[in-house]
């Protein structure tokens, strides 16, 4: 299938759409960004991207890259998933129309804010090596193949957004995106619980419970309770009260570029 | 900038303001605004202020302080809820609505521990509005909180300081998302609500200023708060 035909089928329907996004959003982001990280040297393959995750501090658009890269993942996805007939039950169909729409949203906007300097959309393979061999058959795999990519994708901006403290504007859109991405993951895991009759498979993640489980662990584990050093486990009307469940539940925690990536990779079959 | 909490949940008229005790909260966002009260948090000069105002503070304490502020809130709403569980809540509806409010115990008490002696004192919350003993007040008021919270948290990111803040402030804004998407889920089951009305055409949620979100926020709240030392 021919990935690019969404991009025809949306200028299609909404001719104006791109410019008007490139006028608006990347003037915004440009009066941000300063003209030395704009110059900066332009990322155009994955590869270099994932070098760049070794790099001490990413420059901003090494991070809107990584976004925009798991954006088009999100997108190219559902895209196909919500085009396949059978894949998705009738009562979830409208679930899953809404997230493909928000993940094309996000990709266009990354993509205005970075102009030239966007990377284009890789190829990829969804059965991740064969592991997922069903997943186009599979609504089992689908969706949990779904709750992994929303998941990542809320750790993911999560784990950029202290680099993003020197550009104000440009965090509050990464923590835009990063509320609507929990809110899918939200839906999303509560769907699968409700599938496979597990009140333990909830909404929001309990220690790491999750698959596959690199997605939940990591350098800061979902399981973790202590934040800005603080153990909230033994928070006065916590301890004793409140059960470590919950207090793994009410904080979501960061992954690095690095660890996206090492998720990310094997969904990418060819960088363009 | 003037907004009633209706209007941060949700600014398009969607079908949740028809099932919400909408009365309520309406009525609620008119007697503030004719009183002054509405604008509490927009508010710079002294005439409002009196000696029982509740001063946020400046810099990292001050959205520290917001933050507690808005988590104290949602606490009390959801202790009340399930002290009081509206008729025929579900097991499901009760594991939902316990787990909420505990994350809020957390996230509040969190709040506390890391401003200690700078934390503002515990606020005095006005549910007089809502009608704990029904399914649709109750699951409305709890959507416009959360939707709240989370253009409260996506809008002050950018206001802190400390890096270390910052990613506390990211682990807690997504819970209240993942909160917002399953009580919107409640209300109307597989539709588009979970997340739909507080995103704009660019798949970007709603982020506000402190102003608009304690003006919109005061009428849940006996105490006068304010963010007028607030960084903007």
Same mark, same amino acid.
């Given at each position: ?272 | ?46 005439? #409002?202020?009196? $000696?029982?105002?509740?001063? %946020?503070?400046? +810099?990292? *304490? ?6 507690? !502020? ?88 950018? #206001?802190?300081? $400390?890096?270390?803040?910052? %990613?506390?402030? +990211?682990? *807690? ?6 909160? !917002? ?52």
């Amino acid at each position: 299938m021919d990935i690019f035909k969404i991009f025809d089928s949306i200028q299609q329907v909404d001719g104006d759409a791109a410019g008007r996004l490139a006028h608006t959003t990347r003037r915004m982001f440009m009066n941000r960004v300063s003209s030395k990280v704009a110059a900066a040297a332009v990322p155009t393959v994955f590869a270099s991207i994932v070098n760049k995750a070794y790099a001490a501090t990413p420059s901003v658009t090494d991070i809107l890259n990584f976004a925009l890269t798991l954006e088009y993942l999100e997108e190219t996805f559902y895209f196909q998933a919500n085009k396949i007939p059978g894949l998705i039950p009738g009562e979830y169909s409208l679930v899953f129309q809404q997230i493909e729409k928000h993940e094309t949203q996000h990709v266009y906007f990354l993509q205005s804010a970075l102009g030239a300097a966007a990377i284009k959309r890789p190829t990829f393979d969804f059965t991740y090596g064969g592991a997922f061999a069903d997943i186009w058959h599979n609504f089992k795999t689908f969706i949990a193949v779904s709750a992994a990519l929303e998941d990542t994708g809320v750790r993911a901006y999560k784990g950029q957004a202290g680099n993003l403290i020197g550009a104000p504007q440009i965090l509050e859109y990464a923590l835009q995106v990063h509320s609507v991405e929990a809110r899918h993951a939200s839906l999303v895991r509560r769907i699968i619980g409700h599938m496979n009759n597990d009140p333990m498979m909830k909404g929001w993640i309990t220690q790491a419970k999750g698959f596959p489980e690199a997605v939940y662990w990591g350098a800061t584990p979902e399981s973790n309770v202590v934040h800005a050093t603080i153990d909230a486990t033994k928070l006065p009307e916590v301890m004793g009260k409140i059960s470590q469940d919950a207090v793994t539940e009410a904080f979501d925690e960061p992954l690095t570029m690095e660890e996206v990536l090492k998720i990310a990779g094997p969904f990418i079959a060819k960088s363009m | 900038m003037k907004k009633t909490l209706t209007q941060i949940s949700d600014s398009s008229d969607s079908l949740m303001l028809s099932k919400v005790n909408r009365r309520y909260f309406l009525r609620s966002a008119g007697v503030a605004a004719t009183t002054g009260a509405f604008l509490l948090g927009a508010c710079t000069e002294q005439d #409002l202020m009196s $000696d029982d105002t509740v001063d %946020l503070g400046s +810099g990292d *304490i001050g959205i520290l302080n917001y933050a507690y !502020a808005l988590e104290q809130l949602e606490a009390a709403f959801y202790t009340q809820v399930m002290m009081t569980p509206y008729l025929n809540m579900t097991d499901m509806e009760k594991w939902i609505l316990t787990d909420i409010r505990d994350h809020e115990i957390v996230h509040r008490e969190f709040f506390k521990k890391a401003l200690g002696d700078k934390a503002i004192k515990g606020l005095m919350p006005n549910f007089s509005q809502i009608d704990f003993q029904s399914r649709t007040s109750v699951l409305g008021a709890a959507k416009l909180f959360e939707d709240t919270g989370v253009a409260a948290y996506n809008g002050a990111g950018k #206001l802190i300081k $400390d890096v270390n803040y910052l %990613l506390v402030a +990211g682990k *807690i804004v997504s819970v209240e998302a993942r909160h !917002a998407s399953a009580i919107a889920d409640l209300i109307n089951p597989n539709a588009l609500e979970f997340a739909n009305g507080q995103i704009n055409e660019m798949g970007l949620e709603h982020a506000y200023s402190p102003s608009v979100i304690l003006g919109g926020v005061a009428p849940f709240i006996m105490d006068k708060v304010s963010g007028k030392n607030l960084p903007m």
